[in-house]
């Protein structure tokens, strides 16, 4: 859970969310300046995850303008959440559905 900024919040992590993962990335260098490998491979991982997870959040905010929250009902943003996610997978796979032009 989380980037680099939630280094050393793992305490106050697992008092919110006692079930949930600390995926926050760690330093990779020790005190004597050496790299950590097997480290730096996990980070990698995490990082790709991130990414993965957080490009579709990307594409509802810019594409389709969702910077900010209107607070409508709890029914009425639970709808705007699944069209704007509809929305998104649509434009993530438009490719594949539109007839390719010559």
């Not at 579709?56 to 705007?80: A, D, Q, S």
Request: charged share 30%; net charge positive.
């Amino acid at each position: 859970m989380g980037d680099a900024g939630y280094q050393g919040q793992t305490e106050k992590i697992r008092e919110a969310a006692p079930q949930a993962q600390d995926m926050t990335c760690r330093r990779v260098k020790n005190s004597k300046g050496e790299a950590d490998e097997e480290q730096k491979r996990k980070n990698r991982t995490k990082s790709r995850v991130r990414a993965r997870v957080e490009w579709p959040f990307r594409i509802l905010k810019r594409v389709f303008g969702y910077t900010n929250v209107l607070y409508r009902g709890i029914v009425k943003n639970h709808h705007w959440h699944m069209a704007g996610f509809a929305l998104v997978n649509l434009y993530l796979h438009r490719k594949r559905l539109l007839p390719q032009r010559a």
